[in-house]
């Protein structure tokens, strides 16, 4: 019997695990996204935003709630160990990998490039103020720009690992398919064929019905009426 070893990750998490938690996490996290989102797009009539930022409000919308059905999928496909359900959970998370990346340098291409005295003025609520407080309020403005620069790296790190996640269960699971036809393929040239017993044919059966010897033209002898038991020279019975 051919058996397939289950693959890990961390050590000691099998990958199926993984991908049933990364995708109920997909499912839920995309969900709360797709809602604050499209509820966010719903106010734009109310609340007009700039062309740029509009733009990005929709195809973030429009992404989570790609990523969320994909998810969806993996997450039945983990499941039922689908092929096809998990594969393409992984398509999703790396283009949903591809767009983060794409908006992400957008996003600190435009926080870098943000005139930061701005910033500083309404931390100081539009006034002076004496040296500490300036300090605190431009430290304050640089130490925001180092977080949302490692949040950006954690997220695209994170996402990188989960397709290697969910893509090492599609490779298990080709496997395991590869597996299951071998087996059969061996089940079905092993098994046993049925073989036909010989039917016993009595001796006589072989002489068949009296008829005509060949090249003689008279009957068998012995089954003549003159050759029975009992019967004299003269066809007189004994």
């Not at 709360?32 to 740029?52: A, N």
């Not at 870098?112 to 309404?122: G, H, L, P, T, Y």
Request: aromatic residues 12%.
């Amino acid at each position: 019997m051919v058996y397939i070893r289950s693959r890990k990750f961390c050590c000691c998490i099998p990958v199926r695990f993984g991908v049933f938690i990364l995708s109920l996490l997909g499912v839920v996290g995309g969900t709360l996204v797709c809602i604050v989102g499209w509820r966010s797009v719903s106010q734009l009539w109310k609340h007009p935003m700039p062309v740029p930022d509009t733009v990005g409000l929709w195809l973030q919308a429009s992404l989570f709630t790609i990523l969320t059905l994909l998810s969806i999928f993996g997450f039945v496909g983990c499941l039922a160990k689908n092929r096809n359900a998990v594969h393409a959970y992984s398509v999703g998370i790396i283009i949903t990998l591809l767009f983060s990346i794409a908006s992400g340098a957008y996003a600190l291409w435009a926080l870098f490039n943000r005139n930061s005295q701005e910033a500083v003025d309404k931390c100081l609520n539009g006034g002076g103020g004496d040296d500490v407080t300036t300090s605190l309020c431009q430290n304050g403005a640089s130490l925001f720009k180092g977080i949302i620069v490692v949040l950006y790296i954690f997220t695209w790190l994170f996402m990188i690992y989960a397709y290697v996640i969910v893509d090492n269960y599609v490779e298990q699971l080709d496997d395991e398919l590869s597996a299951n036809e071998t087996r059969q393929m061996i089940n079905a040239i092993s098994q046993p064929r049925a073989t036909v017993a010989p039917v016993a044919v009595p001796a006589f059966a072989s002489y068949g019905t009296p008829q005509a010897a060949p090249h003689t033209g008279t009957a068998y002898g012995f089954t003549q009426p003159n050759q029975s038991h009992g019967v004299r020279a003269n066809n007189s019975m004994v």
